[in-house]
């Protein structure tokens, strides 16, 4: 019987293991179609498109010193993407935080409707939004300037509920004892109850920053100043009807991936244990 029960999960583990290799495969293969490609002049990508062959003889660092020769605003374009993430990320953490704080541990009237319309939001559409969210930019005059970019994004239903649903395993004793203790509610606040929720920050700042840094539509929409464009934005502008700069895109796209994989890495354990947290919680 308890051989039976070690040979079935020996078989368990040997299919899961190479279910979960053939996922990572069908992930990997075109993140290293576009590094093999981020080597190649041009005129063998529009030629051959993207490939996993490796063609040593064409394969050189030509591309990347044209994108960092400094005749391309492709510095000011990582510089505005950097900047922008950074402001988006740490006030949309900030935001979601406190929203999802008053909605959990505070008990109201109103807590169950303003919570639904929170959850509501999520099934509306960016696109359904986008006129009036950009007409309400021109009112406030936030058109060319960080601030519009930033203010409609900043309380995001997703990085509330998913706040909600880890504070919800946090226990409410901690609140009293703050209280017994002497300590006002902003101080239970941020600095017992905050960081105890470190693991969901991180998951949601990891989240977060992959949004800020990949943003294309709504940044297109409020800048007007070429100095202003983020790395999205700028790539784009390389494809014009008079030409085609494929080699720069491909490189430029592929040396954008770098931050957001090293944020990745050094909070990988945090996001892991903040994602299983908040699925399980609640």
């Given amino acids: 019987m308890v051989q039976s029960i070690k040979r079935n999960n020996r078989t368990y583990t040997i299919l899961s293991l190479a279910l979960f290799t053939a996922i990572g495969l069908l992930v990997l293969i075109p993140l290293l179609a576009a590094i093999l490609a981020s080597f190649r002049p041009g005129r063998e990508l529009i030629r051959y498109g993207l490939n996993l062959k490796f063609d040593f003889v064409n394969m050189s660092l030509t591309n990347y010193a044209e994108l960092f ?38 008990h109201f009237k109103l807590e169950k409707i303003l919570f639904f319309l929170v959850i509501a939001t999520m099934m509306v559409p960016f696109e359904i939004l986008m006129l009036p969210l950009y007409q309400e930019i021109i009112s406030l005059h936030l ?4 601030a519009g970019v930033i203010l409609p994004g900043l309380c995001a ?9 880890y504070l919800l395993g946090l ?33 949601m700042g990891i989240l977060c920053a992959m949004g800020a ?12 100043d070429a100095s202003k464009f983020t790395l999205p934005i700028g790539l784009n502008t390389l494809l014009t009807p008079y030409g085609n700069n494929y080699d720069l895109l491909i490189a430029g ?30």
């Fill in 69 to 106: 020769d400094g005749k391309n605003s492709y510095f000011l374009w990582f510089r505005n993407s950097t900047w922008l993430t950074f402001i988006t990320v740490i006030l949309t953490l900030l935001v979601c935080y406190c929203v999802a704080y008053g909605l959990t541990m505070y």
């Fill in 143 to 146: 058109i060319n300037k960080d």
């Fill in 157 to 165: 239903a997703s990085t509330i509920f998913f706040f909600r649903q």
């Fill in 171 to 203: 226990p409410k004793e901690l609140l009293d004892a703050g209280r017994i203790d002497g300590a006002n509610e902003y101080r239970i606040c941020f600095t017992i109850m905050m960081p105890l929720a470190k693991p969901a920050f991180a998951a």
């Fill in 213 to 224: 840094w990949n943003n294309m539509l709504w940044p297109m929409l409020v800048y007007r």
């Fill in 253 to 282: 796209s592929c040396f954008s991936i770098l931050p957001v994989f090293i944020v990745f890495l050094f909070f990988q354990r945090y996001f892991i244990r903040g994602m299983t947290a908040g699925a399980v919680k609640g």
